[in-house]
Every structure is written in structure tokens, then in C-alpha cells.
């Protein structure tokens, strides 16, 4: 039997070091929960700079709550509202893209990339230094750009830690195994609003349905993208680049109670799960600690309390989003990025109340035939690459939005 010496069974350890961070995104799902995590944790952070989008005076109110150095907002227009908020506090206010992306590249320990869709990209590009971490929840600057980007983090020595809680499971369950010894990686889907519906009830759902995800409170764009398994693909293209797996090593299962985020299943036979309570705080604290810990109000897990955990296999038939991302994931190139623009503006649509919810699809479809037969599906080699084939997407997708009799 293996003996312990109870005086070395311990490690111990200096004290936590006070880390300087800059949240973008802060006003979003991601960013308030990021806050939250701060108030768990006097004393351990520093802010740097706050970016939100449009709301001034909510930025304003957590600038001067984290005592940030300086507060971006991207809307322009904003920006008399928020020097207004500020005046006195002595944090510097600034609006626009070009402020944005300065202040992603100014010197921190961590930088929290939580800008929702393609309008992160720039951000988390001038994010990358060597030495510092990215905690890293916009999905989209992968699904777009992912090559490059990785590309990019591994020549600037910058450490790229997934902060979504499907990708951060699995992170944690990989355990630093050596990438041959993997089998599977597995993501785990809510099944969001729509999992027990029928396909024409799905068909005709309402913005105010789709909202109504049974889990998890986020911003409405991934909200709808969750609600037609959507976002699950553009995860799985996520995990794709962040694991450097190949996408016949990448699956979800349906997984109602939304406890285990994620597993991965090994050579030997063995397979490690990553369990939570439904709470982004989980793997926020996880990023913004490591590779240590942090301790967080997250509510905590009781297996006895939840009883049963039930899976079933993701139907295609009634979440066609899901299949497409699959299908153009194995493409690869620059389908992903195509994808993924015309998916924003699918969505848009649909919370507009111009199209159908089977039209965010139809629409998303339609525009990756349309960009494949230009020849458009070349691979990219850079972030203006990347931006490039985007804009050219988001043009096809404007064109088939003006003109969709058949999915009005």
C-alpha cells in the first residue's frame, strides 16, 4: 500500500498573485458574469480596461465598480453618455473600433474575450502578446478565423484558455494526456427550448419562445443559435481549432439536466467527465485562476439532488443547423467563416421578425452554396483573410435576406 508522509501530502504554496485583466464584452452574459467572479474575489484582480457595446451607463456603473483604468464603448454615439457616467472618477472613456482594439493590446495578464460574433475578431487578434493568457469566450473568432489565429497565439507564446463550458470541461478533463491517447472529445447540448417539439412546431416558433432557454440565461444571439443547435456546431468547430483534434474525433451528445459539459473518451478505455452546476461563473473563476483556483458563489453540485442524468443522440431532421455546421467543419477552409456570417445575419432576421426560424437555416444553407460555387472556399492565411471572406458572406447573405419568399 502506497504510504503518505501527512507533513508533504500538502504542496505548499505561495500566496495568490494579484493579475491585471481587461474584460471585452463586460456588459454582456459573459462580462456580468465575469463580474460576479471578481466580487467572489477581492484583492486578487486588477482591471485594466472594460469594453461593452452600447449601454453607457452600464459600462459606466462597472468601470467605477472594478476601478478600471479606462472604459471602451463600441457605439460611437455612446460615448457623451459615458464620459458623462464617468465624469469624476478619474477612468478614462473612449468609443469606436480603433479604441477597442487599443486597448486589447495594452499590457495585462489576462485578457477576457467575450465581444459576441465576428465583432470580436480584430479585438482578439490585438489581444495576443507574449506571456499572456486569453480566456477565451468568443466562439466566433475560431469559427472565422481560427487557423490564423492559432497560428498567431502559438508564434506570440500566448496561452489561449477556453472560458465556454463545454470547451473548459473538456480542458480540465484532458488532464494534459498526450493528444494520441485521445478517442473522442465530446460536447454536451442542453437541447435547448425546442428538444421535445416536433419539426413543424419548430418551424413556426416564435423570437419569445426561443428565448426561452431552459438552462442557462445568455445574450439573445446564442440563445437563438442554442435553440436550433446551432451553437453546438459552431462549438464543435471551436474545440476543432482550440484541441487541434480532427473533426471524425468530435461529437455531441443531448444531455437535458446540462450537468456534464463535456467528456473525453481515451484510448484505454477510460472516459473523464467535467461537471458543474449550469453556472458560467465555474469556468470564468477556472480561467481567471489558473492554473490555480478561485473560489466563487457558483452554486455547487449535489448528484443526490439532481438523481438522474439522461443523453440521447442529436436529431438531425428537426436541427438541420446542427448537421450543416457539422458538414461544413469536415469542408473546412473558409466555409466556417462563411457559415458563421451568414448565421448572424440569419438571426438578426429572425429576432427582427422577418424571417422564420427554419429560415435562419435555409438561409445559412443557401449562402455556403452560393460562396462554394464562386470558388470561395479557399483556406485562409490571415485575419484580414478571414475579414475578407466574411464581408463577401455577410454581402450574399443581405442579398438572399431581401428577397426570401419561401421562408417569409
Partial sequence: MLKVNPESALEVRPGPVVRRLTILGATGSIGRSTAQVLRDAPGLFEIEGVVGGKDALTL???AREVGANCAVIADERALPDLRDALTGSGIEAAAGRKAIIEVAGRPVDVVVGAITGAAGVEPMFAALAPGRTIALANKETLVCAG???MRAANSAKCRILPMDSEHNAIFQALGGA???TIEKMILTASGGPFRTWTAEAIAAATPQQALLHPNWLMGPKVTIDSAGLMNKGLELIEAQHLFGVSADKLDVLVHPQSIIHGLVSFADGAMVAGLSSPDMKVPIAHCLGWPDRIA???????LSE???LTFERPDFTRFPALALAMDMMREGGAMPTVLNAAN???VEAFLAGTLSFSGIV???RRVCEAVAREGLSRELSSMDDALAVDYVARERTR??????????
Avoid: G
Fill in 296 to 302: 466563487t458563489s457558483s452554486r455547487r453540485l449535489d
Fill in 147 to 149: 487557423a490564423p489565429f
Fill in 399 to 408: 442579398t438572399i435576406l431581401a428577397h426570401p419568399p419561401s421562408i417569409r
Fill in 362 to 364: 435555409d438561409v445559412v
Fill in 306 to 308: 439532481v438523481a438522474t
Fill in 344 to 346: 448572424e445575419l440569419a
Fill in 60 to 62: 459606466a456603473a462597472l
Fill in 178 to 180: 498526450a493528444p494520441e
